[in-house]
């Protein structure tokens, strides 16, 4: 080749790279541009990404591998997040030693975890033993599929058209029972792998689990519900769409609602103070007991990833998913305002976990049997009425009214309920202070029936040692006394 010829083609070369470089950097200011000013652009020469047959193909896959890759890199911080917040809980340090303010901390625990030893129990059922952990895993990421990130995005393309993107994956009229389908999802994970492993601990905490979902999906649903109600629609675009402003949030209008999903949220994804799935001083390490290297880590990024995932979840349904302030002006808000939430919410459950200690299984089960699913339903109910009476008279006012109604007779029935089991524990305690049996002091009634009582029960007793006694010494009478004589060892002379 001779030297104008490689010359030409340099050129040439260059002159393309040059051309991505100007037309990607125009497409990136441009894309900027309407980010914060979509009113830049005439409607008219907006295409609807759905409408476009290439748009609709391309966008899905896009937006999955970028959605992917920032779910796991949040679930790597998040990690990181919790031990940070831990320790300044504690007045620790925390991590601080792998790079700067130890930001490099959960690369190192990734690398850690991908050269550990591999270990398979010697008689576990190893296709459900490898199938587990995906079990657990897939679902807390695909539950998201239907969650907005943020409202549509202008978005400019190489073809000089301009599209108008969702920040989601697929908007469903059945947003909420994917939710609730998906999300149970995750406890065949937890059960399966207790199941396979071949070990009883393992097995009770796979077992805890299965009676913990049952206990707690029949509030979860009804929590769901609310919003379905209020919107008329279980699109979980349409829920958030209906939250514009902050006085809209579903939690102002029923905040009883909100809170039973969160706590529900909490022990679906087996967060203290309901992660008795994995209570170490029971169990060892629960339904993960036989799990070690990446089958453990993928254990842990569903932990994790499903703590996203309900942060997300909350947020959309009570709190205005993306919705915060000026985001019809600057729709790239969105997407921050939800991180931020979501970020408020990991702090909450970070918060918990260094706060309470878990509590017992049967007061778990107790707690989601005969105090959440009773709420559930008054919750359910409040919403109910009030539309009905809002519906009624054809007026949001009164509406909010009735809202308010149930609000404070909610809190003076929960008042009235707690004072009464105060005052009962209160005269329990006291009667115990003052009850003879407890202190020991010799008066009242009780006291001699039970000496009388005692005294009644100790007569057998004596009778039969005393009988014993009898027995003996007539066994001594009639033994005939002996004539041997004991052997007296004699001293020897001279050592012999």
Request: glycine content about 8%; proline content about 5%.
């Amino acid at each position: 080749m001779s030297r104008t010829t490689k010359i030409i083609l340099g050129l040439l070369a260059s002159a393309i790279a040059f051309g991505a470089l100007a037309g990607g950097l125009f497409v990136t200011i441009r894309a900027l541009e309407l980010l914060f000013d979509p009113n830049a652009v005439d409607p008219a020469n907006v295409v609807v990404c759905r409408d476009s047959a290439g748009c609709s193909i391309v966008h899905p896959i896009l937006f999955g591998i970028i959605f992917v890759l920032i779910i796991i890199t949040g679930f790597a911080y998040t990690t990181l997040l919790e031990r940070k917040f831990i320790a300044w809980f504690q007045q620790r340090v925390g991590p601080n030693r792998v790079g700067p303010a130890g930001l490099m901390q959960p690369a190192a625990d990734a690398l850690k975890l991908i050269f550990k030893e591999d270990i398979i129990p010697d008689r576990a059922d190893k296709f459900v033993y490898y199938l587990a952990p995906m079990l657990k895993t897939i679902p807390a990421i695909i539950v998201l599929a239907v969650v907005p990130l943020g409202p549509h995005i202008l978005f400019p393309w190489f073809d000089g058209l301009i599209y108008s993107v969702p920040l989601g994956m697929a908007d469903v009229n059945v947003g909420i029972l994917w939710l609730l389908a998906i999300t149970s999802l995750g406890t065949y994970g937890v059960t399966l792998a207790g199941w396979s492993s071949n070990n009883k601990y393992a097995m009770l905490g796979g077992l805890r689990a299965s009676a913990q979902m049952i206990s707690y999906e029949l509030s979860l649903g009804l929590a769901m519900a609310v919003p379905v109600m209020i919107v008329g629609s279980m699109s979980i675009v349409d829920i958030v769409e209906a939250q514009k402003y902050v006085q809209d949030w579903f939690v102002f209008q029923n905040p009883l609602a909100a809170g039973i999903l969160i706590l529900t949220l909490f022990a679906e994804v087996s967060r203290a103070p309901f992660d008795l799935v994995e209570a170490e001083q029971e169990l060892t390490a629960g339904f993960m007991t036989e799990y070690s290297g990446m089958k453990f880590a993928m254990f842990m990024m569903a932990e994790y990833i499903g703590m996203i995932a309900v942060a997300m979840i909350v947020s959309s349904l009570y709190f205005g998913g993306y919705h915060f302030v000026l985001v019809d002006q600057a729709p790239i808000l969105g997407p921050l305002f939800l991180i931020g939430k979501i970020v408020l919410f990991l702090i909450l459950f970070i918060w918990a976990r260094a706060t309470l200690p878990r509590i017992r299984y049967d007061r778990l089960m107790a707690l989601g049997w005969k105090v959440l699913l009773p709420l559930s339903l008054l919750a359910v109910s409040w919403t109910a009425v009030s539309l009905v009476i809002g519906d009624s008279s054809n007026s949001p006012a009164t509406y909010t009214i009735a809202s308010g109604v149930f609000f404070v007779l909610t809190l003076a029935g929960g008042f009235y309920f707690l004072r009464e089991r105060s005052e009962e524990n209160t005269t329990q305690v006291d009667d115990l202070a003052n009850d003879p049996a407890v202190t020991g002091e010799r008066r009242g009634v009780a006291w001699t029936l039970l000496n009388i009582l005692g005294g009644l029960v100790a007569v057998p007793f004596l009778l039969a040692e005393g009988l014993i006694k009898g027995l003996e010494g007539v066994e001594k009478a009639g033994k005939p006394a002996s004539s041997e004589t004991a052997i007296v060892p004699k001293e020897t002379v001279g050592g012999d």
